[in-house]
């Protein structure tokens, strides 16, 4: 799981302007917690 977040962020940090990848950045982080609940 560790694994496929690291590849999430990678592409986030290659691929959106900074207002938008902190946007994705912290959906990924609520729903990576959400469903660890």
């Known amino acids: 799981m560790e ?3 690291n590849n ?3 592409k986030i940090l290659n ?3 900074n207002e938008e990848k ?3 950045f912290n959906v ?3 729903s990576n917690f ?3 609940l």
Do not use: G, N, Y
């Open 8 to 10: 999430l962020k990678t």
């Open 34 to 36: 959400c469903c660890r």
């Open 15 to 17: 691929d959106e302007s």
């Open 22 to 24: 902190l946007t994705k």
């Open 28 to 30: 990924v982080l609520i």
């Open 3 to 5: 694994h496929i977040s």
